[in-house]
């Protein structure tokens, strides 16, 4: 290179290197060169940088002089304000896929759940489907929609109530060609009975007999407000129950036919459930409130809610104990053992109310309570068998007739089960005309309450165990006090 040129280029890049290097205020970084001495170094380096004198790395990198802009110095930001502003990111995707998560699972709940409804739904229609089409295609009986019965009754106003109990309430209905019919409404149902109920209704309504009370009809539904609906309809018995005539309002004035009457013909109707039905019917629920009275006051057996079928064979089914206080035979009460027996000691009871018009268990307060299988013993094993009936009856019957169905309800209602006879021997006992031949009656056993006095004299006493009436028979030995067997007062 020429002196000429030489001179130039050190003219150039000392201009380059000075506008780098001119003294500067301290907020340039304090990198200013004073003295002439350093700038022929300054001329060397720039003229041996490639990049040439003009580039602020050059002046960075070889003389660690740092070139401050006035944009770079405006656009720098401090590290923590990074780091505040990423946290606050990741903590807001943090909640948010939390709450995704969240609204997922809950809506893989509700589809869930929502599909179980759908499927319990239809398990119900399709069970409900069965139970009806199982009734339709074994017997002949009405199937009425829950529109029909609702308006028959009004609506099940309480008006049309003619009878409650621990299964629900019983209306009276009017069809619409006219026909007085009675609803038995249950409560607390659930699609799930609906098979035990369609089965219930089919045997039911298989048997026919006079002294049974004959379904018309039935309904299965469920509806929005009401819930799920099992129904039975009925015809009306317009005398109403036995209970009525007995225990209702006004004194009972039935005759000695009309109780004779009523007496066989519930005999017949059990006797018909346990002998001639297939399967055998134990009824379970034999009360004063479930013999209905017809026009004619003829006996006719009701309410098959609780009742049981008896497998061919079986000498007993176990089943939780069910019925009304006064009317449960002992050995079910106490074991759960359901037997025909069962029905006779209860068919017992009713018929010593209807005999005597005195109630099945009565509680005088105090803790004494009165069982009127345990009063009518003490009266018959004492020889006054006739005391047992209603004082003061309209046209009582003979003697030895009365007395004999006395001795009847008192073998049926006997504690020990072997005791009593079958309801086949009942009717044949009842329809006889008079009493011909004996009626013998094992001694029974002290009653759990028996008091010490009671225990005293059964220890001290001997009997033939064998009771016969007055009429012509030998009555036990040992005597009660007269005070045991008066007649207990209701309140």
């Not at 006035?70 to 780091?83: E, L, M, N, R």
């Not at 068998?385 to 309800?409: N, S």
Request: aromatic letters at 8%.
């Amino acid at each position: 290179m020429c002196g000429n040129e030489l001179t130039v280029s050190l003219v150039v890049q000392r201009k380059a290197a000075a506008a780098y290097l001119l003294p500067g205020s301290p907020n340039d970084g304090g990198n200013n060169v004073t003295g002439c001495v350093q700038y022929p170094f300054i001329y060397a380096g720039a003229a041996a940088s490639p990049r040439g004198a003009d580039d602020p790395a050059t002046a960075n990198c070889l003389y660690l002089l740092k070139v401050n802009s006035a944009s770079k110095a405006s656009s720098s930001v401090p590290g923590w304000v990074y780091g505040v502003v990423f946290g606050c990111v990741a903590m807001v995707l943090l909640v948010a896929a939390a709450a995704a998560s969240w609204f997922l699972v809950r809506r893989r709940r509700r589809r869930a759940a929502a599909a179980a409804l759908a499927k319990a739904a239809a398990d119900s229609r399709s069970k409900r489907s069965q139970a009806m089409e199982s009734i339709s295609a074994s017997t002949t009986l009405v199937q009425f929609t829950y529109d029909e019965i609702k308006a028959a009754t009004g609506g099940f106003a309480r008006e049309s109530i003619i009878g409650r109990g621990g299964f629900g309430n019983v209306y009276k209905g009017v069809l619409p060609d006219g026909a007085e019919v009675a609803v038995k409404r249950f409560k607390n149902c659930s699609a799930a009975g609906d098979a035990a109920f369609a089965h219930e209704v089919e045997v039911v309504a298989s048997v026919r007999h006079v002294n049974l009370v004959a379904i018309r009809g039935y309904c299965i539904a469920t509806t929005e407000r009401e819930g799920h609906q099992r129904m039975i309809v009925c015809d009306l018995m317009h005398n109403g129950s036995l209970h009525d005539h007995l225990f209702g309002a006004g004194e009972c004035q039935m005759t000695w036919p009309v109780r004779q009457r009523i007496a066989i013909g519930m005999a017949r109707g059990l006797a018909y459930l346990h002998r001639g039905a297939q399967p055998a019917i134990i009824h379970r629920d034999i009360k004063a409130s479930n013999i209905l009275l017809d026009d004619d006051f003829e006996a006719m057996v009701a309410d098959f809610g609780l009742a049981k079928f008896a497998p061919e064979g079986m000498t007993h089914v176990s089943t939780r104990v069910a019925g009304t206080l006064g009317y449960v035979a002992p050995e079910y009460a106490l074991y759960g053992q359901l037997t025909e027996k069962s029905d006779v000691y209860s068919f017992g009871v009713v018929l010593l109310e209807l005999l005597s018009g005195k109630r099945a268990f009565i509680s005088l307060g105090e803790g004494q309570n009165f069982v009127l299988s345990e009063w009518a013993w003490l009266l018959v094993r004492r020889g006054k068998t006739v005391d047992v009936i209603q004082e003061g009856m309209v046209e009582p019957g003979p003697t030895e007739v009365m007395e004999k169905y006395v001795l009847v309800a008192a073998l049926c209602t006997h504690p020990q089960l072997h005791a009593r006879p079958t309801m086949d021997q009942v009717v044949k006992i009842l329809e006889a005309d008079s009493a011909s031949g004996p009626l013998i009656i094992p001694e029974r056993p002290l009653p759990v309450v028996a008091n010490l006095a009671e225990i005293e004299r059964s220890a001290s006493s001997s009997g033939s165990g064998q009771l016969f009436s007055p009429s012509g028979f030998r009555s036990f030995t040992h005597i009660n006090e007269d005070a045991a067997l008066e007649s207990p007062k209701e309140e």
